[in-house]
């Protein structure tokens, strides 16, 4: 046998074995990005729950000044 063919055959079965391996490593790696997005989100969401919550006195305030200075 010729050296490029057993190169070819050891080309194909590397290809064989770790195309799977990449495959699985990415679709774990984007179950985790996913996951990680989600949580993101959500830290997202209480951030803005907690700015609302933090304007809401002021607010408060500026209604019952615009109240009693008309």
Not at 17 to 42: D, Q
Not at 44 to 69: A, G
């Amino acid at each position: 046998m010729e050296p490029s063919f057993i190169l070819t055959y050891i080309l194909i079965a590397l290809s064989l074995i770790i195309g799977p391996m990449v495959i699985v490593m990415l679709y774990k790696m984007i179950r985790i990005l996913s996951k990680i997005e989600k949580t993101m989100l959500f830290v997202d969401h209480v951030r803005d729950l907690l700015e609302t919550w933090e304007r809401l006195p002021m607010e408060l305030v500026k209604k019952c000044m615009n109240f009693w200075t008309k």
